[in-house]
């Protein structure tokens, strides 16, 4: 079965930076799309960032408010994706989630089959 752990989370201040870590297990990693996702209190889930495996074709995809500051990465030899989160504000502040895709729309909740636990981070003005 697929385990997905995110780490790297934390209290920062406006303008710092964050480095978010998303291991995968149990799968065949170089074929799943990932992607980040976050969420606060009363809101939906929301897109952030997805990155497809290489073997379909690696591109790159973000929400347009993190577009410039965030940048998704995957190893796939490590099986791991980071989100690296530059210039942080915030609005920026929620659960951050890791999620595998093998096949759907990568920007839709409900086309990702596998989901890590969340780390929260908290950006203070």
């Known amino acids: 079965q697929v385990q997905l752990v995110e780490s790297g989370g934390g209290l920062v201040q406006a303008g710092d930076s964050l480095r978010l870590s998303c291991a995968a297990s149990?799968?065949?990693?170089?074929?799943?799309?990932m992607g980040w996702f976050r969420q606060t209190p009363g809101k939906e889930r929301e897109f952030v960032a997805a990155?497809?495996?290489?073997?379909?074709?690696?591109?790159?995809y973000y929400e347009d408010s993190v577009k410039g500051r965030f940048t998704i990465s995957r190893d796939n030899a490590g099986n791991t994706v980071y989100l690296q989160m530059n210039d942080l504000k915030p609005e920026d502040t929620a659960v951050y989630y890791c999620?595998?895709?093998?096949?759907?729309?990568?920007?839709?909740?409900?086309?990702?089959?596998?989901w890590g636990q969340g780390t929260q981070v908290t950006v203070s003005s």
């Open positions: 990155k497809a495996g290489p073997w379909s074709g690696g591109s790159t």
């Open positions: 149990g799968g065949t990693f170089s074929s799943w799309t």
């Open positions: 999620a595998a895709q093998f096949r759907g729309v990568y920007y839709r909740v409900g086309d990702y089959d596998y």
